[in-house]
């Protein structure tokens, strides 16, 4: 095989930019941090797009644009959200370029200042609060159920393609309620919309759950999060969903009228997930022949490679499985009929593994005498041969298996790694293996910073669901003895 | 009506400005230049995304994304291009904030400087010539049909909603070829997936033609455009696609190994559409009652108003309705059913219309009784009574009747807004009334600026096809009296 990755035990961190690389998903950009998405990392990243606006629409939102650019002054209305988000930004000061003296380069014109310096995005609250403010006057005008998907960029000091460039394309949505109830419960159902999408979409296994304060979003009363387990046993945060309280509508001055005809702060929620979740899905799944695509992702479904000496033979083999093609499409399938004669059978089976394709059918001249197809899946990598009668809904059904097949792989995975410990020195201890660690904290701010420092771990959130046997009842803290109500989830993190 | 318009007559700019705030289409934001494009305005643009991105995947293409941010020496590599797009831009020249010593507020970290300042992509060919030349190192590699969507930045002094904006949406093909040949039938096939765009999906009729060399874009060998006329007598240009030929392979020296084994740079396109399409669909149809949109792009097509007396009328009337609603879903079209007792029929007629809903139904009891319903037609703002049998089949042929009506009203109001003219004086004359003027230019870039000084109509394009009888004829440049191969189509422009 042309194109070896590092293997995952060998350097799971090298296997991961290989796999980007080799896999044809992303590169390194001339601009410091910023990628560039190929197309077929792009084309999975479409169809993800497709399956969040769906859910999004049909759960009541509406997509918008709001300005990339946002002034300076904004970022600091927020108390906290300042420390969070006006940072690492990219600020632009200028509005014009001349050419230079000599004619031959473009310099910045000294004249062309800004007054007021304007930040590339980190994220839009506050940009969009200004805006809201204006189209609310009464509860009739709300609630208001935005969404928008975007660029934003954050100027991070380490980058890794996906999972953390400055630039990166998102989705944001920024909801507007009447009441505390109603946008607490809106953060929580987008946050369900999330956890369906990782599970039943990417094949990922999520712990729902809500952040520590030290973790909470900038500006957030509460922060909801997913969080999925890598191969290697880190965590990665795969989206967050934040209920807001009436902080940036307090922020920005966006009252409106109640039912009771008073005037109240507009409650607000934001929710995100972002082109991160390529990274989550290439490391929950993909093994050292390659990307393993969950089927409900794939760009393509199916291969079929015809094996085959000369036109003659070719044109015999492809007549043969015209009408398995023709079906398969019927049925929904994207199929890629790669009848090229320019590479050999051999490399593009490699190529094929190396793209995560699910399912490879390959045939020759014997399978057509006999009327059979190789079925090769990419997950399991095992190899069978069926009859070509019935193949097309074989190859569904199978697709479906498949998707069911690397999500309970994935889930058993985590089941493995997820673990209870009572005492700080068994969890120094088990944190070194990675995975999930449940265990007794005492909810205070400063075991929580102690813990981060002495063992690189975070708490990934307080889940709602139970995983192990009494994780939610009450304990003692682990490091200082004090009182905990239940167990939370450690681990560490990308 | 509550949100009355100015009459196109009294003012056409503000009637157009009027009419983008009242359907809610997008609002100016806090940064200058900016807009907001608000849910019914995106819904649209949606919408033409969805139809330019089927036909650019139908023509082989495929998306892909490419940074935000240019380095600054990249735009003065391609000689023409940095006179072109090397001015108007925002600078990012930092990339940190601070709080200030107060405490109250943030600064521009003057620590964090960059070393070479980026500049927000107002076009991206040369982030994606410094990228494509690593993809390509034999003419296997080739062809490489790229489409991106994106947002991008020129400093515009003078904006106006979709027009003209310092932020816009668009999206950009760029496409790497082996020959000349196929480059330039590359910008040509697109040129007319834009013109089959405007003139089905949008029902704007265009002129396709090719720019002279002063209008044509700054790195290109040749521009095609599509031109269409507006309400005013006004072209927009809706739609360019550009050959480079190998302008940018040279800049940033992207050569291949061609079938001969030699080393050849490669041959390039690229083409866009942007929001400002939006624009270009509003000043083409709507009325001084709001928008008319094509039912092909109507976010809603069909709205349904049931006229009634307390809730058990409207219950009545809701249950007749709603098999009308579900057999309307089932043929593929959007309904929205109004059955608000907040706001009374009239204003809701009124906002439907400012909306430009292609058709409403209207039910009220005697309709009820009777099983008719109204029916409206935004288009031509005509009434009429039918019977309820069949009526999903009548507006599924009515929705494609509207379709075509409102594309031939435009051609015809082109038809008689395209003049030819053969002398200065006659020329001067006519441009006051605005329209296209098909007239004899020698060719020169100096009588074009003359032209344009004196009468403020430049070249919107050399025609590929014939207009008027006898416009592709050779004659006499009616400034100089030299030889003109054949008319060009003049205009004041947008």
Redesign the interface.
């Known amino acids: 095989m042309a194109k070896e990755l590092t293997p995952r035990a060998e350097n799971y961190s090298q296997w991961y930019n290989d796999l980007v690389v080799k896999a044809d998903l992303a590169?390194q950009?001339?601009?410091r941090g910023?990628?560039?998405?190929?197309?077929y990392g792009?084309?999975i990243?479409?169809k993800m797009q497709h399956e969040l606006d769906r859910r999004f629409k049909e759960t009541g939102h509406?997509?918008?644009?709001?300005?990339?650019?946002?002034?300076?002054?904004?970022?600091?209305r927020e108390a906290k959200h300042?420390e969070g988000f006006?940072?690492?930004?990219?600020?632009?000061?200028?509005?014009?370029?001349?050419?230079n003296d000599e004619g031959?380069?473009?310099v910045?014109d000294p004249e062309a200042k800004l007054e007021e310096?304007?930040?590339?995005r980190p994220t839009s609250e506050t940009?969009i609060w200004?805006?809201y403010k204006n189209w609310i006057k009464s509860w009739?005008d709300l609630p208001i159920l935005?969404n928008q998907w975007?660029?934003v960029?954050r100027?991070e000091m380490r980058t890794r393609p996906f999972l953390r460039t400055a630039?990166f394309?998102w989705q944001e949505g920024h909801t507007a309620h009447e009441t505390y109830e109603e946008a607490e419960a809106e953060a929580q159902r987008m946050l369900n919309v999330y956890a369906d999408f990782a599970e039943n979409v990417m094949a990922v296994p999520v712990v729902k759950g809500v952040k520590s304060e030290t973790e909470r979003f900038a500006g957030a009363v509460d922060t909801y999060t997913i969080e999925a387990l890598m191969q290697d046993g880190k965590a990665l945060q795969s989206g967050t969903s934040h209920f807001l309280g009436q902080n940036f509508a307090k922020a920005f001055g966006a009252q409106f009228q109640n039912r009771n005809g008073e005037l109240e702060y507009v409650w607000a929620t934001s929710w995100g997930v972002s082109t991160r979740l390529i990274g989550a899905l290439i490391m929950a799944h993909s093994d050292d022949n390659g990307l393993v695509l969950p089927p409900n992702l794939a760009p393509i479904q199916v291969v079929i490679v015809p094996i085959f000496k000369g036109e003659e033979q070719l044109k015999q083999i492809s007549e043969k499985l015209a009408p398995v093609i023709a079906e398969l499409k019927q049925l929904g399938i994207s199929v890629k009929y790669d009848d090229a004669d320019?590479k050999k059978p051999g490399w593009k089976f490699a190529e094929y593994e190396l793209k995560g394709v699910p399912v490879r059918l390959a045939m020759g001249a014997r399978d057509m005498e006999n009327g059979t197809i190789e079925v090769a899946r990419r997950d399991t990598l095992t190899k069978e041969t069926k009859s070509l009668d019935g193949i097309a809904t074989y190859i569904k059904d199978l697709l479906a298996d498949i998707q069911k097949n690397i999500f309970q792989k994935a889930l058993d995975y985590r089941k493995q790694n997820i673990k209870t410990v009572d005492t700080y020195e068994e969890f120094k201890k088990e944190i070194e293996k990675g995975g999930f660690i449940l265990a007794h904290w005492d909810g205070t701010a400063e075991t929580e910073a102690k813990i981060k420092e002495e063992t690189k771990a975070t708490i990934r959130c307080i889940p709602f669901d139970s995983y192990v046997d009494g994780d939610k009842e009450p304990g003692k803290c682990m490091v200082t003895g004090k009182p905990s109500k239940c167990r939370v989830l450690f681990a560490r993190a990308y």
Chains 1, 2 share one sequence.
């Open positions: 590169e950009s001339a601009v910023c990628m560039v998405i190929k197309p792009y084309s990243w479409e509406v997509n918008a644009y709001f300005p990339l650019l946002i002034p300076k002054s904004f970022l600091s300042v006006a940072k690492e930004c990219a600020v632009v000061t200028h509005y014009r370029l001349k050419v031959n380069a473009v910045v310096e304007l930040i590339v940009i200004n805006t009739r935005c975007a660029n960029m100027w630039e394309l320019t």
